[in-house]
């Protein structure tokens, strides 16, 4: 017996399957990343454009004991996104932040949180492509920047912004283009005068990860407290204008993402270099960020 309930859905990917049919995976509004299938949906119009990547639907969907699969009886299209495909380069960031999802999302379990954070996302991503003839290259890096900065936050990762690791000074106390060494394992910096503040660990392999800083600035590190305290949408306002900034703050953020979120990789990040401002920064970039050890 099918147990049929409703859900607000986000389309992540939809595959086809045997010559008719759809499977869809979506982050669900209650249940976290879930996957259904659609019968009989190819040449079908009874879920219109329900079933596209970043729809956000209302879905009726049956529940079977010990199926893994649930059934899609219905979808209904609360918001499209579809302003999303005017830009070549905004359709390849939603793209990659759908691809995250996949490999980050907790299957069958709430992630309010992550669904919001999605949701607004592509909102901001479909009112810049809408406004934009041409696109400012520095709001690729301010979108990905803020919403990598939210997954460490969901993640429960809590980064150290506001004072030296070591001595405590505060960040306010340096100017903006002042260099500072962010650190991986701590999700902290440390100032100038602090080169070498070590953590306590016996764990020789946590303790070498901590040694490989990562050089930031000032204002790349004030921009990774404002993502923390300010909504997604509000990224192309608060962030700082400077390119460089940007780089640095997305460098030590991938780094944290692989250190510190289960599932996190890079793989899909080489979907970006068809963007020619991630091209050279993706293949330029120095070697791999250490991954999590096994502890
Ligand atoms: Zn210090």
Redesign the pocket.
Known sequence: MATSFEETAIVLRVVPYEDRHRIVTALSEKRGKITAIANNAVNSRRYGAALQPFAASGWRMAERAGANLYRLDEAILKRGYEGIRKHFEILTLASLLNDILLRIAPENEACLELFKLHSNTLALLEDWANEAETLDPIRYFQVLNGYFSKILQWNGTQPQLMR??????SLLDFSENEELRASIITAGW??S??RH?RIDTPDQEVLAIHQKYISITQAALGDFYLALTHPIRKSFEVFSPNLSDQHKLFQFLLSLLQYHVPGFEKAPLQTLRFIPEFKDWIQTEPEQSPNRPNL
């Open positions: 030296c690791l070591s001595c405590e000074r440390v100032c005068h602090c503040y």
